[in-house]
Each structure stands twice: as structure tokens, then as C-alpha cells.
């Protein structure tokens, strides 16, 4: 009986070069772990990286890893699951290299369903090039590439997934290992592209960022973990989501006896394109952040239908020497 | 003896001229096919820029170009005259429809008056058929629209080619009951009708005594099958043979773009061959799933054209830096930007060689000829994967499109594709993992090429990626001596290329003398006969055509030294002149054509004479 695997089976050698503090030390904690708990095989397991800070996370994972370039990591890992389609791929990614230079290859792998989880590490900044505002900045943000504020609309990374045909739809928070660990291996166990944003902190160009739901004293209040057939609640149960028929959209009330009921409350279907919408769509003020599984609709996977709609579902039946001679062919004496 | 067959985009030319060289090879002469169309999929009808046309170069000789000057000019309407009578020699015969000789469509091709009457053809031999009156008629029967009927009318022209030729129509039949059988059974027989009609008339009408008949003999062949073949299908056999030969799949991952989709067409159709294709959302994303698929242990390929291969650079040095094999095709285009898409050109040499961030040396090699390009298409795959290095194979519009007939190869003759896919065990005292880094960067000795180590193989997991690394571990290294030995190493992989590669041979011509004419790629045809012209005409000129642009031959130095002048022409602005002046330290003589044309013979055969001593004089 082979020993249990731990979080320090998948660490590599590696010196870890992020800065001290970086919400990434605990993503990669949380992933190695993950990998350990449900007994993953480092030569099955492949991460593939675009370049970021959050793209150097290949080399610090006990497993076979590709840093490619800037934005494509989708397209390389694309052509990897066509190349073997059992490989357990991760592909690990933020807002400036899957949001803005791979934007265009995060929408395809999205809506092509290729059998990947890809974690998207959003800061909302760029931080590999010293600070400069990113495509999921705020309007205002000060950085050295906008001094007196940033003018452009951010983009919300789940609402594009959705966007974009997405399949599965999750969020986490990087420190919070007890609820991305979960998120993580659902994501995993999806047959198809898995996406999971995780709010990421930059400690040095954009700190606390998100601070207004991250806080541990605050999360009941502030955070709302999804599960699939419960109930909208958060705060202990005393705050919850109701669906307002008129508005068509989610709003927050007291849960109790002189409050909305219970049974009032809005039951998460994670399988309703519409109802992923509402939580995506949620405004930041005055709501919980929705986290957990936000929406989970399998469909085939690319990679499996990509040899299934193969002329010989990738065997060699035939022979170059009979293909020269298909068509009329002459003879010469 | 040389037709050109001219109409509308529209008018189903290509169909036309693609079937007359199919029943030219049937009939055993030698041939030369070149498309010549607009980038316009349906231009307006009856303008001159919505001309197509197609040229067949046929004989009982053998044929090297599609040749200079047209015999015989099919025009289907004014404008297609009009853009083709510069072409033509003085006598030539001309097939006009006279049926699209009205105001109506002079106005549209911007004539003045109807040539016919302007004396402006008076030096050729004209024949004036009522093509379109004569189609009509003849598919009445079948119960078509007048717009299908009118649309038979190339089939209508074919027959009456066919009988000019002497050519039988029963293969032209079978073709057509498979291509229109299932989509409509009144088209394939309004065609066919149109097909006997256009015979028959050439044959029995009154005017038959106009119509010429010419007899094109068997053309002296070497022994063996044959079967016509263009560049886009042979590259595409190609590369499944490659796959074949190394007992691995081709995935080939390539973006729509003219003109070299048509690979992406012909090998989506060879999945039984070992070979899947894979259209990713643009072309970064093509040359990326391409590495990707190299990565997983497939032979990754990707294709484009000019603007496309601008855009897949970045990941080409990726491919280079982590030492995955890549097959890169660029079918050249006119350029620069979108330049000439239809048109071709060899202006991507530079691209190919020098074309990329840092100093990043890649292979490059070149097909000369349809036929050509299998062997070509080997010769990379084989090479990426011995060297572990993407690799671009260089060819262009004219010879992707073009026809010629084709020796058929023995794949007996093709040594196996050699993969060294499991690392040598290295011995590094208690560290196994130190020792596992080292195994999987142990390069080849001869070839440089590393292990080809794909995700999945057991306790071989490690990380690569586009950083520097250790050249010995594959570690992250920002060492300054690491990095300098690291590009010394790419540079002396490349160079090790030239010591698996054939000696340069001369082609044609002495071995030593006033004269050579180098040239690389789909010139090979124009100089080929120019320079057997010249020979014939007492001049002694001597022929080397070169594959490989990087690295150079290694006697390709002393073997060009053995000559008192060298002529290149290309079609660029002298960018493989460049090259040898670079690396060989050349005199070079330039012949440039930058026009979206291929070269004509007599283009050929004129900078010889300029540049051959006493020939001017001795000629005048």
C-alpha cells in the first residue's frame, strides 16, 4: 500500500518567486492539496500557462507543465487534449493574459467545451509589468498607465464565460482553501471546460482589492456559497436571495418568522443559464458576492467529439501508397 | 503548344481547363497547369477585373512551365479578350464567344468599340461561335433554368476543345455523372448535352474547315504510373506520408487563408491516414494547437500564407525554444500586407530566415514543383523531428495550384522517420530528479535534437516553457554564460541540418564555366527550360536549383565558385541573393520579377544572353 499523497507531492524543486504575500502561494497550496486529496497522477496531470505572474504556476507544480506565451495558452492546450485526449489539463491564466491579449482564445476553448479547468486569477491588475490597469479594473483606477484614473468598462470574467457558451462556471477566493478546494474538484470531475474565476490579491499593486467581501470577520455577511438545490442563504441563514417577478431579478431580505420564509427563497438550479446570469450579474454594492459552483450544464466535450467525428476515430487504416493511387492514374511503358 | 481559357469568375474556367488537363495526361502528353484568378469569388460579371483564366502548357516534350506565350485563346466574353490579347504571339487562334459581343458588356469591360471591328485583331485567327445561342439549344431538352442552362456553357467549350485535340470524352463523362449525379440529375445532363453539342458542332459545323485540329504525341516519360498532381495535394500527401513513415499522427492545425486552404481541405480528408486537422480561431491559435499537439507527441503542423505567418511568429520561437518539432507551410502570396492573395510571389525568404525576435535560426527548405512537394513535405517532417525544431517548408501560390503530371513514388524507398522519444538514463549520484532534468535535455550529439518527452509518459514529469533555461537541467536560468551557450546551441543545431542534407548537385550545363543559374522554388520550371534553351543555342550554361535556403549546402560554396558569373532569378526584390551574399560572400547577379506572375521562359533565356560573355555580340 502505496502512502497517502500530500501537498508536497506535487511541489517541485522550484525556488517560489512570487512576492511575499501574494494571494498565489495559497492557490498553489490549495491546488496541490486538491491534487493530493483525490490521489491525482502527476504524469497524467499537465498545467499549461500563458505569461503573468500567475502563468509561472507550471514550474511550482510536481507535474508535466508548458509556460507558453502571452494570451494562447488555451490554443496550445487545445492542441494538447487533441493530441491525448486523457490528460487531466489545468490551465492556469489571469485577467490580463485570458481577458485582454487572450481574450479571443479564452471565448473559443470556452465554447468548444475542450475538457480543461481553467483558472483564472483575477487581480485586476497587471502585476508582471509593475501595475498598470487591466481589463477587470474598476472605472477609476489609478495606475502608472492611467494617473488620473482608468475611463474603460471592466469586464466581469464570469459573465463572459457565460457569454461565451461556458459550461461550467465557478468562483473562489484564494485564501479561502476550505471552499476553492471543493469548487476545484468539481471542476476537475467536469467533463469539458471548466471555468473558475479566483479573486486573486495583489499585494504590492493593487492590495485588499477585494477586501470588502474577502474579510473573514465580515464573509457571512458579505460572501453567499451557491449549492445546487438549496436555497439562496447567506449570513447565518438570516439573509437571503428572493427572486422579485417583476424586476426579474435577485433581491436581498431578511430570512425568519416575521420576515420572507424560508421556502420564499430563491433554490439554486446551477443547471439555468438564467439563474448564473442574475448571480454573475449581481451588483457589488449592497449584495453578497456569489461564489461556489454558479452554474454547471454539461454538453460533449470537444476532445470527445473530435475523434468520434473522426473518419476513423484516429486510427490508420489505410496506406499512403493506395492514396497516391486513388483517382486515374496512368501507366507509362 | 499553349491554351489559355479566359471568362467570368463565374463561368466555371477552372472546371474547364482542369478537365482538359486531365484528359491531356489521359492522352500521355507532358503538361503544366496554371490557374490565374481573381481574388473576388464572384466579381461583377462581365468586368475585366472578375477575369479568370486558365493556361495549359501541353506537349510531346517535356514541358517545364505553363508556359510563356498562349497558341490558343479561349475568351468567353470581351472583357476576358481584352485582358488576355497582350498575352497572346502574333497568329494565335482565338475561340470567341460572340454571343457576349454586345454594347452591353463592351461598356462593362471599359471597350470603345467591338474589336472585332477595329482591326485590332487582325493579326490572329479568329473564330466566332455563338456559345451561349449553341448551350441553349442544346440543353432545351433537359428542362433548365436559362441561368443553369447558361452555366453549361464551359462544358459546351470543352467538348469543342476536346475535339480539337483529338481527345476521347468518356473519362470527362465519368467524372461528371460522379460530381453531378447526386446533386441534380437535370445539371449532369444538361452538361453532358453541352459536352457532345460543343463536339459535335466543332466537328460538323459549317465552319469546321476554320477549326484546327492539332495532334499532341505521347510525351517521352520515364517508365512507371503516373497521375496529376498540384502543390496543395501533394504537400498534403506529404505530410501523411511523413506521418506514416514515423509511425505517429499529423495533427494539422491551420486557419482559413488564400491561397493555402486547400491543404486544410485535402488533408481533412485524410483521417485514415493517420492525420487529423483542426480549424482554430485564428491563425496564432493554429500555430499554438500545433505545438500543443507536438507537445502531446503528435506531429503538430500548421499553414498559412505571408500575413498569417507574421502571425504565428511568436509561437514559432516558443516551438524553437522548448525544442518541439513544428512543420511550418507557407504557401507564398503577393505582398506586402494583403498584397496579392491570388497572386504569387516568393517574397517570404527573408520572413522564413531572419523573420523573428532575437536570434532564433530555424531550418527552411523549399519545393520546386508540384510533384516536388511530396518529397518536400518528407523532408521537413523528418528533419523537425531529427532535430527537434520547427521548420518552415516554403512554397507559393503558383506551384499549390498548379498541375503536372507525377511519377508515382515507391514508398519502399523511404527510410522510416527515426523518433527518439525516451531519454537516455543519466547518472547524477543520490538526486534522481537532478538526474531526470538531465535525461530529458540530453541532446543528440550529430542532430542536437533532445528526447521527445510527451505528457502521460510515466516518471517523466517536467516543465518547459519560453524562459531561458539551463542547458543542461532545463531550469529557469538567467545565467549570462548559460544564455550565450544556449543560443550558440540553437545556432549549431540549425548548422547541423547541412550534415544530414544532400551534397548540391548541378542540374544541367557544365560543372565549371561563364555562367550558372541559381534558383530556389517554383522557378525551377522557367529556368529548367531557359537554361536547356540556352545550351541547345551553343551557350554553356549550367543549372542549380536549390532546396535547402537554411542551412546552405555545404559545397554549395565551392560548387557556385566553379563559375565565372551567377544569375539568380526570384520573384522578390533579390531576397535569396541576399542570402548568398550573406552567408557565402557571393557576387550575385539579380533577376527580379515582383509582378504576382510567374517567370516567363524568354525572361529567363534574355538575362542569359545579357549576362553570357560575347553572347550579345555574337548574336547581333
Redesign the interface.
Known amino acids: 500500500m502505496n502512502k497517502p499523497l500530500t501537498a508536497k507531492d506535487f511541489a517541485?524543486?522550484?525556488e517560489v518567486r512570487w512576492c511575499p504575500g501574494c494571494g498565489d502561494y495559497a492557490i498553489l497550496k490549495c491546488v496541490q492539496k486538491t491534487l493530493a486529496d483525490v490521489e491525482a497522477n502527476?504524469?497524467?496531470?499537465?498545467f499549461?500557462s500563458g505569461i503573468g505572474c500567475s502563468s509561472r504556476f507550471?514550474?511550482y507544480?510536481?507535474?508535466?507543465?508548458?509556460?507558453?506565451?502571452h494570451g494562447?495558452a488555451?490554443?496550445?492546450?487545445?492542441?494538447?487534449?487533441?493530441?491525448?485526449p486523457?490528460?487531466d489539463v489545468w490551465l492556469v491564466t489571469g485577467d490580463g493574459d485570458g481577458l485582454s491579449i487572450g481574450g479571443?482564445?479564452l471565448?473559443?476553448v470556452l465554447r468548444r467545451n475542450v475538457d480543461m479547468q481553467i483558472m483564472l486569477f483575477n487581480n485586476e491588475i497587471y502585476g508582471l509589468t509593475k501595475g498598470q490597469y487591466s481589463p477587470t479594473s474598476r472605472v477609476g483606477t489609478r495606475s502608472p498607465s492611467t494617473p488620473s484614473g482608468s475611463i474603460d468598462s471592466p469586464v466581469n470574467p464570469c459573465a463572459f464565460a457565460l457569454g461565451a457558451n461556458a459550461r461550467f462556471i465557478a468562483r473562489g477566493i484564494d485564501t479561502d482553501a476550505k471552499n476553492l478546494s471543493p469548487v476545484l474538484k468539481a471542476a476537475r470531475e467536469f467533463k469539458g471546460a471548466a471555468f473558475v474565476e479566483i479573486f486573486q490579491n495583489c499585494i504590492v499593486y493593487n492590495k485588499d482589492r477585494f477586501e470588502d467581501f474577502v474579510a473573514k470577520k465580515t464573509a457571512a455577511e458579505t460572501q453567499i456559497h451557491l449549492e445546487h438545490g438549496k436555497p439562496m442563504l447567506f449570513a447565518n441563514g438570516e439573509k437571503g436571495l428572493k427572486l422579485n417577478i417583476q424586476t426579474l431579478a435577485l433581491e436581498v431580505v431578511d430570512v425568519g418568522e416575521n420576515a420572507t420564509p424560508v421556502e420564499d427563497i430563491f433554490v439554486h438550479d446551477e443547471t439555468n443559464p438564467a439563474v448564473a446570469q442574475m448571480l454573475i450579474n449581481l451588483p457589488m454594492q449592497g449584495y453578497p458576492m456569489p461564489l461556489g459552483v454558479l452554474y454547471r450544464n454539461p454538453a460533449e466535450s470537444f476532445d470527445d467529439a473530435?475523434?468520434k467525428h473522426?473518419?476513423?476515430q484516429?486510427?490508420?487504416?489505410?496506406?499512403?501508397?493506395d492514396?497516391?493511387?486513388k483517382?486515374?492514374?496512368?501507366?507509362?511503358? | 503548344m499553349v491554351v489559355r481559357f479566359a471568362g467570368d469568375s463565374g463561368d466555371g474556367v477552372q472546371l474547364l481547363g482542369a478537365q482538359f488537363a486531365?484528359s491531356t495526361?489521359?492522352a500521355?502528353a507532358d503538361f503544366s497547369t496554371f490557374p490565374d484568378f481573381p481574388a473576388e469569388i464572384r466579381a461583377p460579371v462581365g468586368t475585366t477585373f472578375g477575369v479568370s483564366a486558365f493556361q495549359i502548357n501541353l506537349g510531346a516534350r517535356r514541358i517545364s512551365t505553363a508556359g510563356d506565350q498562349p497558341d490558343v485563346l479561349v475568351a468567353l466574353n470581351p472583357a476576358a479578350l481584352k485582358v488576355n490579347l497582350p498575352l497572346l504571339h502574333k497568329g494565335a487562334l482565338i475561340l470567341l464567344n460572340t454571343d457576349a459581343f454586345n454594347d452591353r458588356n463592351f461598356a462593362k469591360a471599359h471597350i470603345a468599340a467591338d474589336p472585332r471591328k477595329t482591326g485590332e485583331l487582325d493579326d490572329y485567327q479568329v473564330i466566332e461561335i455563338a456559345i451561349s445561342t449553341q448551350t441553349l439549344e442544346a440543353v432545351k431538352p433537359h428542362g433548365l433554368s436559362k441561368s443553369d442552362a447558361e452555366q453549361c456553357k464551359n462544358f459546351w467549350a470543352l467538348g469543342a476543345v476536346l475535339w480539337m485535340f483529338g481527345r476521347d470524352r468518356d473519362?470527362i463523362v465519368q467524372w461528371a455523372q460522379k460530381k453531378f449525379a447526386k446533386k441534380s440529375p437535370e445539371i449532369l445532363a444538361g452538361n453532358l448535352a453541352a459536352l457532345d453539342a460543343g463536339h459535335a458542332y466543332a466537328e460538323t459545323a459549317e465552319l469546321s474547315a476554320e477549326i484546327p485540329q492539332f495532334a499532341i504525341g505521347?510525351a517521352p516519360?520515364?517508365?512507371?504510373?503516373?497521375?496529376?498532381i498540384t502543390g496543395a495535394e501533394a504537400i498534403s500527401?506529404g505530410l501523411?506520408?511523413a506521418?506514416?513513415l514515423a509511425d505517429r499522427?499529423i495533427?494539422f492545425?491551420g486557419y482559413p487563408i488564400t491561397p493555402a486552404s486547400s491543404i486544410l481541405h485535402y488533408l481533412s480528408?485524410?483521417?485514415?491516414?493517420?492525420v487529423?486537422t483542426?480549424q482554430?480561431?485564428?491563425e496564432?491559435?493554429?500555430c499554438?494547437?500545433?505545438?500543443?499537439?507536438?507537445?502531446?507527441?503528435?506531429i503538430?503542423v500548421t499553414s498559412s500564407s505571408g500575413p498569417g505567418i507574421a502571425l504565428k511568429t511568436?509561437?514559432i520561437g516558443?516551438g524553437m525554444a522548448?525544442e518541439l518539432p513544428l512543420v511550418i507551410v507557407n504557401s507564398q502570396r503577393g505582398g506586402p500586407s494583403t498584397g496579392l492573395p491570388t497572386k504569387t510571389e516568393q517574397s517570404d525568404l527573408y520572413q522564413a530566415v531572419y523573420g523573428r525576435n532575437a536570434d532564433s535560426p530555424l531550418p527552411v527548405l523549399a519545393a520546386s514543383s508540384p510533384g516536388d512537394c511530396f518529397d518536400a513535405a518528407i523532408e521537413a517532417t523528418r528533419v523537425a523531428i531529427r532535430h527537434m525544431t520547427p521548420i518552415f517548408l516554403l512554397t507559393d501560390g503558383y506551384i499549390a495550384n498548379a498541375a503536372g503530371p507525377w511519377a508515382?513514388?515507391?514508398?519502399d524507398d523511404y527510410e522510416p522517420i527515426e523518433v527518439n522519444a525516451s531519454p537516455a538514463t543519466v547518472e547524477d549520484g543520490d538526486d534522481p530528479?537532478l538526474a531526470l532534468k538531465k535525461a530529458i535535455w540530453k541532446r543528440d550529439e550529430k542532430s542536437y535534437g533532445r528526447p521527445w518527452v510527451?505528457?502521460?509518459?510515466?516518471?517523466?514529469?517536467?516543465?518547459?516553457?519560453?524562459?531561458e533555461k539551463d542547458i543542461e537541467t532545463g531550469?529557469?536560468s538567467y545565467d549570462p554564460a548559460n544564455h550565450q551557450a544556449m543560443g550558440e546551441l540553437r545556432a549549431k543545431k540549425v548548422a547541423s541540418v547541412a550534415d544530414f542534407i544532400a551534397d548540391q548537385t548541378v542540374e544541367q550545363g557544365p560543372e565549371k564555366g561563364p555562367l550558372v543559374v541559381v534558383g530556389w522554388g517554383s522557378t525551377h520550371g522557367a529556368i529548367w527550360r531557359a537554361v536547356n534553351q540556352a545550351n541547345e543555342q551553343g551557350m554553356e550554361v549550367a543549372q542549380v536549383h536549390l532546396r535547402w535556403l537554411n542551412p546552405l549546402p555545404k559545397n554549395l560554396k565551392a560548387l557556385l565558385s566553379n563559375y565565372d558569373r551567377i544569375l539568380l532569378p526570384e520573384m522578390n526584390f533579390g531576397q535569396c541573393a541576399t542570402l548568398l551574399r550573406d552567408r557565402l560572400e557571393l557576387d550575385v547577379v539579380q533577376l527580379n520579377k515582383v509582378s504576382g506572375q510567374p517567370f516567363k521562359i524568354a525572361e529567363v533565356l534574355d538575362a542569359i544572353r545579357e549576362n553570357y560573355p560575347g553572347a550579345k555580340q555574337a548574336a547581333e
Request: with cysteine.
Open positions: 517541485t524543486d522550484q502527476p504524469d497524467k496531470t499537465v499549461v507550471p514550474y507544480m510536481n507535474a508535466y507543465g508548458f509556460h507558453t506565451i494562447r488555451p490554443a496550445f492546450a487545445t492542441g494538447l487534449k487533441i493530441a491525448n486523457d490528460l479571443n482564445h471565448l473559443h473530435f475523434w473522426h473518419p476513423t484516429g486510427k490508420r487504416t489505410g496506406k499512403v501508397a492514396a497516391l493511387r483517382g486515374s492514374v496512368w501507366k507509362k511503358n | 486531365e495526361a489521359l500521355g473519362p505521347e516519360m520515364e517508365k512507371g504510373e503516373y497521375r496529376s500527401l501523411a506520408a506521418g506514416e499522427e495533427v492545425c480528408k485524410m483521417g485514415d491516414l493517420g487529423a483542426f482554430a480561431e485564428d496564432i491559435a493554429a499554438c494547437a500545433a505545438i500543443g499537439a507536438s507537445y502531446g507527441g503528435k503538430g511568436e509561437a516558443l522548448t508515382l513514388p515507391d514508398m530528479s510527451a505528457p502521460g509518459m510515466e516518471g517523466l514529469a517536467h516543465r518547459i516553457g519560453g524562459l531550469d529557469i
